[in-house]
């Protein structure tokens, strides 16, 4: 819970974070080495000094440091764990459902935790995948287009087999599919970047219930993820990396904020930290005190209220996970006069 | 000594002068000054050595192909160059692009079995498309702001721009008076380069600001579409700063953002 100066709760969930193990142990090739550099000079390049971990510490973290740095120090309510497998750079993964379970069993109310699915696994996948949305009551999944496997260097969100795993997602009550669209893999085709097979499942699942939040917002193709969200009202934008930029370069923060509220709005963007690329007390802090410069309000008719902030802060992502939320943290109910 | 006729010695300034020339097509900015150039050697006998690094070993391969395509063409017509020998550093294909490049084959025999249907000259054409509505969105946004009416900015002819060099500012011509705009004259060049690149009617009466294939633009919609270059600006430019930042970084390069 965040709390303003004039004594205002704030509900915070961390649309984002991660436990991974990046130690070199855990490594299988020179891929993974190549990952956990370009992760680690992402967390390096964005974070204030006084935030940057020694390489080794950031290849492996503790529980009592990720606890502390989202619950204790970082006004963190709820997390969301957001795995990534990568198997074929990591022996045991980069950051299963598996490994994040043990800390969602430990601390069920502190965690929502999602799994993932690829269409390349085809029917074994698709077995794997309600097993584990059983056993762990998964209401979401973390998509990776990107991911190589084998000689495959990613797959389309409109390939034949990930339209049975949207309709086993609708089956099973998972409803919130969150798509990385941004760095760190550049896939090989251009496609796979391009967010305009998200544009064709959000179209198509619409009416089932199922809702689509592009991670990182599409970037670096902000601008056909503005355009292709601004029309289908069940595409959300999760702001991990884009918020980092309110530390290193607030100006540019500013301007891609502003597009995301003028063609999404406050109701359809959640905040996450991607930890432990950032970390959350850092980013929310600068988030509640950011205000638009005012050339670019010059430009862009748009507003950031604190019912604003709130929203993007949690209440957003508490509507879609049904999640409780403090009375006091909640919107503000007009009162009859 | 004696030289032979053609044996011309190859100028480390002119080579740099045409790496400066090439772009990264997703930024739409010169290589050299996003700090993308490591080194330029010049061997004997007329063979240049080029070091390419980029800000992630992930760095999109594609891209980087056509980056490295790129400074192997522009390098091989400076005078006196026989040989050119582009090496990518530090990159999850350095080995595969640039043995490749050097060896002058295509994107899909560099990338043979993994590149599915990629067409780099469409991706090519892709990003042209955008640099010409980003840097549209530039001058147009300039000159809105310089005062002229959207009636006016839309009605703009190629021949209405009488000059665009420096030392005069932009000079155009506007309902029959000659105006000069303090501070336009980069931004017109860079659109008009970037206009050129797309192949639009060249001819003085040709509409100076159109859609990307020449269709021309009613007043009352050019804010409209003038949103369409934003967004691909604030994309780009956004992109920019993330890539020389992750640059600066990962080389330890101390140039201040």
């Not at chain 1, 609708?170 to 893999?185: A, Q, R, S």
């Amino acid at each position: 819970m965040y709390r303003t100066a004039d004594g205002e709760e704030i509900f915070i969930v961390d649309g984002h974070v991660h436990f991974w193990d990046g130690s070199p142990a855990n490594q299988r090739n020179r891929y993974a080495e190549g990952w956990v550099e370009c992760f680690y000079n992402y967390h390096k390049n964005l974070s204030p000094a006084e935030y940057v971990w020694p390489l080794e510490q950031y290849q492996k973290y503790s529980e009592s440091q990720m606890m502390r740095d989202l619950f204790d120090d970082g006004y963190v309510d709820v997390a969301i764990f957001q795995p990534t497998y990568l198997r074929d750079f990591f022996t045991n993964g980069w950051n299963t459902t598996e490994q994040d379970a043990v800390l969602k069993a430990k601390y069920p109310d502190k965690f929502i935790l999602n799994s993932a699915w690829d269409p390349r696994d085809e029917d074994a996948g698709l077995a794997e995948f309600e097993d584990k949305v059983k056993r762990y009551n998964i209401k979401g999944v973390k998509l990776y287009t990107a991911e190589w496997k084998g000689d495959s260097r990613g797959y389309k969100l409109s390939d034949p087999w990930a339209r049975k795993y949207f309709d086993k997602c609708v089956d099973l009550g998972v409803t919130n599919i969150h798509i990385h669209k941004g760095p760190t893999i550049w896939p090989f085709n251009k496609d796979a970047f391009d967010v305009g097979d998200v544009d064709d499942c959000a179209t198509m699942y619409r009416d089932a219930g199922l809702n689509f939040i592009v991670e990182h917002c599409g970037l670096p193709r902000v601008e056909d993820f503005c355009w292709i969200a601004a029309q289908e009202p069940n595409v959300y934008g999760g702001l991990a990396v884009v918020m980092p930029f309110i530390h290193a370069s607030p100006h540019y923060f500013a301007e891609v904020m502003a597009e995301m509220l003028w063609w999404l709005g406050a109701d359809r963007l959640l905040f996450s930290s991607d930890y432990a690329l950032w970390s959350p007390k850092w980013i929310i802090d600068k988030f509640m005190a950011f205000e638009f410069p005012q050339d670019i309000l010059d430009k862009r008719a748009v507003s950031l209220t604190l019912e604003d902030k709130k929203k993007i802060l949690g209440l957003n992502a508490a509507k879609l996970y049904d999640l409780e939320v403090p009375v006091k943290a909640g919107f503000q109910v007009a009162v009859p006069a | 000594m004696i030289q032979t006729a053609e044996a011309v010695a190859v100028s480390q300034q002119a080579v740099l002068a045409a790496l400066g020339t090439v772009s990264d097509p997703e930024l739409d900015e010169s290589l050299v000054e996003l700090g993308f150039l490591d080194s330029v050697r010049i061997e004997d006998e007329g063979c240049v050595e080029v070091v390419l690094r980029l800000p992630t070993f992930w760095c999109a391969p594609n891209f980087a192909y056509l980056m490295v395509f790129d400074a192997r063409e522009v390098t091989l017509r400076v005078p006196g160059v026989r040989q050119v020998r582009v090496v990518l550093k530090d990159h999850m294909y350095s080995d595969e692009i640039s043995t490749g490049i050097s060896a002058g084959l295509p994107f899909d025999e560099v990338f043979a079995g993994q590149a599915e249907g990629e067409d780099v000259g469409e991706l090519r054409a892709l990003f042209h498309g955008k640099a010409f509505g980003m840097r549209q969105e530039q001058l147009a946004r300039f000159l809105l702001d310089a005062g002229l009416t959207a009636d006016e900015v839309v009605a703009l002819r190629l021949e209405d721009v009488l000059d665009t060099s420096n030392a005069t500012g932009l000079r155009l011509q506007i309902g029959g008076q000659a105006r000069r705009l303090r501070g336009g004259a980069p931004l017109a060049r860079t659109y008009l380069e970037r206009r050129r690149r797309l192949g639009l009617d060249e001819h003085g009466g040709s509409r100076l600001i159109t859609d990307p294939h020449g269709q021309t633009i009613a007043a009352q919609e050019l804010s409209e579409y003038l949103q369409c270059g934003r967004r691909q600006r604030i994309s780009m430019t956004f992109n920019a700063v993330m890539c020389k930042g992750l640059l600066e970084t990962r080389y330890d390069l101390h140039g201040g953002r």
